[in-house]
């Protein structure tokens, strides 16, 4: 099973929105609804910001949303603020029965 | 309140094996799968695999396949994640996360252990 491919890095000022991009395929991510998104601190355990595609936990901020097309997984984070600098991972069921995470990407904010 | 709590760091030499517990609270044991994850230094995420708390099912990530051993124990609700044959490339935070949705296997949802981390070297 090979990873989701998701972009290395990315940037924004703050006030601004970015999109983190999550492409697999029809086996994973175009098969099923369930994609999660997770934001990393350093040294933290990661926490979901978004689960089976577009969902948010109570708790989690409505700057961030998530969708989906195809075999590719968005998310989107609007009015980007400082705290937002993480590491963002994609994940997804699959055809196996089996759980793929993404390369991740580590979110710059300029 | 949901609650994964792992046991403390390792240190193994190669060729060895390391066990790592997770024990939860705070919501019915048998109710979730539990999936083992881990992270080497400035790695990514990796998908270890996942047990099914209520009848003990399991399902590895092909690469662990042969060499890991996932196992619970319903009466104290604790979930163990065995290595064999560990290399310097096993070197790694190990998490247990509670899959999201109940009665099914999925990505992790926002309950997760702290970490474990596991140091291979001789």
């Known amino acids: 099973q090979s990873a989701l491919t998701q972009p290395a890095s990315v940037s924004g000022s703050p006030g601004q929105s970015i999109t983190i991009s999550c492409t697999g395929g029809s086996s994973d991510v175009g098969g099923y609804n369930y994609v999660s998104w997770y934001q990393q601190h350093p040294g933290k355990a990661p926490k979901v910001m978004i689960y089976?595609?577009?969902n948010r936990p109570s708790g989690v901020s409505n700057r961030f949303s998530g969708s989906k097309s195809g075999n590719t997984a968005s998310l989107t984070i609007s009015g980007l603020q400082a705290e937002d600098e993480a590491d963002y991972y994609c994940?997804?069921?699959?055809?196996?029965?089996?759980?793929?995470f993404g390369g991740g990407t580590k979110l710059t904010v300029l | 309140q949901v609650q994964l709590v792992q046991s403390g760091a390792e240190v193994r030499k190669p060729g060895a094996s390391v066990t790592v517990s997770c024990k939860a609270s705070g919501y019915t044991f048998t109710g979730y799968y539990l999936n083992w994850v881990r992270q080497a230094p400035g790695q990514g995420l990796e998908w270890m695999g996942w047990?099914?708390?209520?009848?003990?099912?399991?399902n590895y990530a092909r690469k662990f396949q042969g060499r890991v051993t996932m196992t619970r124990d319903t009466s104290i609700t604790t979930a163990y994640l065995e290595l064999s044959r560990l290399t310097s490339d096993d070197t790694a935070v190990y998490y247990c996360a509670r899959a999201s949705g109940e009665l099914r296997p999925g990505p992790p949802d926002d309950y997760w252990g702290q970490g474990t981390l596991v140091t291979v070297s001789s």
């Open positions: 047990i099914n708390s209520k009848n003990g099912g399991t």
């Open positions: 994940s997804s069921y699959t055809t196996s029965s089996t759980v793929v």
């Open positions: 089976e595609v577009s």
